[in-house]
Every structure is written in C-alpha cells, then in structure tokens.
C-alpha cells in the first residue's frame, strides 16, 4: 500500500524529472527537491549528469541533506546528461538562455546559484544581468576567465586524450584530477563522466568556455559572493579562488578542510551545512575577502618551534600528533597553535592551512 508518506518519500528519493525549452529551441532537463528559499545547482557542463551523479552514494546524501532546508534545482547542461545532444551552440551566452529556461519553468522569483569549475562563468555572468532575481553566489574552483581553469600542463595534458582515448580520459579525470577512489564510489563516478555527454560535445564545449571572459560581469555583481577552496587543492590553485574574490566586490573567500576536487565527496556535511547557511540568509557571509597575504615566506613573528608546529597542523596532524614528533607536551603545543592564530590572524586550522600553505611552510 503507497501511503501518502511513503509518497512523499519517493518524491524526494527520485525526483521527477521536467523539461524546459531554452530560447532557441534546445530542450533542457531538470528537477526540484525540497521547500525553502531556492539554490540552482549549476550543470558543471559539459560532463553534467544529474542522473548519474545521484547513483553514487556520497552525492546523492549531500543532495537529499541539502533538500531538507532549501529548495534544490538542478538541471542537465545543454548536450549533455537527459537534456538534448545534439546541439551546435555551446557558448557562453546558449548557457545564459539555459538557466533562464529552467529559471521561468520552475517559477523561480529569487535564488542563490551554486556555480563550480566552468560554470562558474555563466553563474557570474547570469548575477550580473539579473540582480533582483539573484541572492547571492557560491562560486568552487571557479574563475573570471575560462582559460585560467585549463591552463596547467596537467589539465591540457589530460584534455588532449577527449577525443584520442575518451574511457582512459574518464578514469584519469575521475580519479587523478578529482580524486575519487578506486572502489564503487569511483567507478560511479567515472561512469556518471562517461555517460555525461559526447567526446565532440565535450570538446567543443571546454573550447568555448576556454575563450570566455566574465570580468566585467563580476565588476557588476553586488549580491553576496561565497566563494570555497579547498586548503589542499591542487587543481585549482588557491591564487586563482583569490584572484576571482578580488574581482567580485562582495565576495568572501573561505578555505575548506581537505584536497578533493569534487565540491560533495570529501566532509560533504561541512559543506551542505555551509550551502544551507549562506542559501537563507546570504547577506551573512557577504564581508569581503581579506587582502591577499605576501608570498615571501612565513613571517618574522614565527618563532623555529612555532614554524614547526604550523607545519605538522597543515599537514593534518591533530595537537596530540603534534607534540609526540616534536616531543613537546599537549599544552605546550596548544600553547604554540594559539600564538600562531594570533599571529597569523587566522580563524582555525582551515585558515592557517591555507596561509601555510600560500606562504610555502607546508
């Protein structure tokens, strides 16, 4: 017997799926989980698959988690995931005509959008020319310029396998550059990238996104800016989260624990327990990012001893971790971390991870 709870369960279990049709005729797919003030959850085109990405287990509790509060929308990108494949534009602006499609079907008065990687650049983009429709943004290992994001010898080597050997592109993307494991969870993954869209379509897409930019949108957008970084992020270097915070007037830059490229796979709680803050009530975490610190090294105020503990605590080791390698008591390491809160003016440990790590200690 389907009970009017069990109803309501399978509801948010699997979201129905609807259709919006963008301004020049391309169909896009999307869904809406959950009540509350609303968060678009940008495709991360062109590998978006929403229907993939709720297979893997870590995603799909970070999603239901987040539905519990806001109102989730998510959409497939234009030529990728269930929207429609065959498409011949993959510019910025065919991706501005997409959110406005899914935005109008849905019935969406106001929102926060949640861009990452590439679409962060129609996400900024989008605020900017709608600020009475956009809350606020949260922007992850996003730039003004679609370039920035590609321009390592590490990402162009991987982007030249799309086309030569697309199934070794897909594990190397899965599991070198976002770091998934080798087990289910990974294989999930890799085939949530796999199935995403077309090597041609993938292709096209990064060529496009690799010629866009959005640094005159983001001298515009004046609506609260949340922009994340992981301390140990390699993909996107934190320079690059600092540089795009210091081209939105509003934002705040705001350093998570851990390494994983992949905004939901690692402390996926702290995240969706972060989305959910800003979600109602943006304007709270609107204070713009401190200025950038020098890079010449750690400061003359650290003391040897201090140096060294600010150096095992970026490298994860808890105080008591600390004090046995360096032989100290757990006071006096708790004593040494305090000082170089102070000294530093970091928050906690995230905080001075990253400036250990902008600063070469770690």
């Not at 009017?4 to 020049?24: C, L």
């Not at 540089?243 to 402390?267: H, Q, V, Y």
């Not at 040897?304 to 994860?316: I, Y």
Request: aromatic share 6%; charged share 25%.
């Amino acid at each position: 017997m389907v009970t009017r709870s069990n109803r309501r369960y399978a509801a948010i279990v699997d979201p129905e799926t609807h259709v919006a049709t963008a301004g020049d005729g391309v169909r896009i797919t999307w869904t809406s989980l959950g009540n509350g003030p609303t968060l678009i959850y940008l495709p991360g085109v062109p590998f978006s698959n929403a229907e993939g990405e709720w297979r893997i287990p870590a995603v799909r509790r970070a999603l239901l988690r987040l539905a519990k509060h806001v109102r989730l929308v998510q959409f497939d990108g234009r030529g990728t995931g269930r929207s429609q494949r065959d498409v011949n534009d993959v510019s910025i602006a065919a991706h501005l005509r997409d959110i406005d499609a899914v935005v109008a079907a849905a019935g969406v008065e106001q929102c926060v959008l949640l861009g990452f990687y590439h679409s962060s650049l129609p996400a900024i983009a989008w605020a900017a020319r709608h600020p009475e429709r956009v809350r606020g943004l949260v922007l992850f290992g996003g730039a003004t310029r679609g370039w920035d994001m590609m321009r390592g010898p590490g990402t162009q080597a991987l982007l030249s396998l799309i086309e030569r050997d697309w199934d070794t592109f897909v594990e190397s993307i899965t599991h070198a550059w976002l770091g998934w494991p080798a087990g289910e969870e990974g294989r999930l993954a890799a085939e949530w990238f796999r199935s995403s869209t077309s090597p041609a379509i993938a292709r096209a897409t990064l060529e496009a996104a690799g010629l866009e930019d959005v640094s005159r949108d983001a001298a515009r957008v004046r609506c609260p800016v949340l922009i994340l970084h992981r301390a140990d992020a390699t993909v996107i270097p934190i320079a690059l989260s600092e540089d795009l915070a210091k081209a939105l007037p509003t934002a705040r830059l705001e350093i998570l624990p851990g390494s994983s490229a992949s905004l939901f796979f690692e402390n996926a709680d702290v995240v969706v327990d972060r989305l959910v803050a800003f979600v109602r009530d943006p304007a709270g975490a609107s204070n713009p990012v401190p200025p950038r610190r020098s890079r010449a090294g750690p400061s003359p105020n650290l003391s040897p001893r201090e140096v060294d503990v600010l150096r095992l605590l970026a490298d994860g080791d808890t105080n008591g971790q600390i004090a046995a390698r360096l032989g100290l008591s757990i006071n006096t390491v708790e004593r040494h971390v305090g000082n170089v809160y102070r000294k530093i003016d970091a928050r906690g440990r995230a905080e001075a991870t990253a400036w250990a790590i902008r600063n070469g200690v770690a």
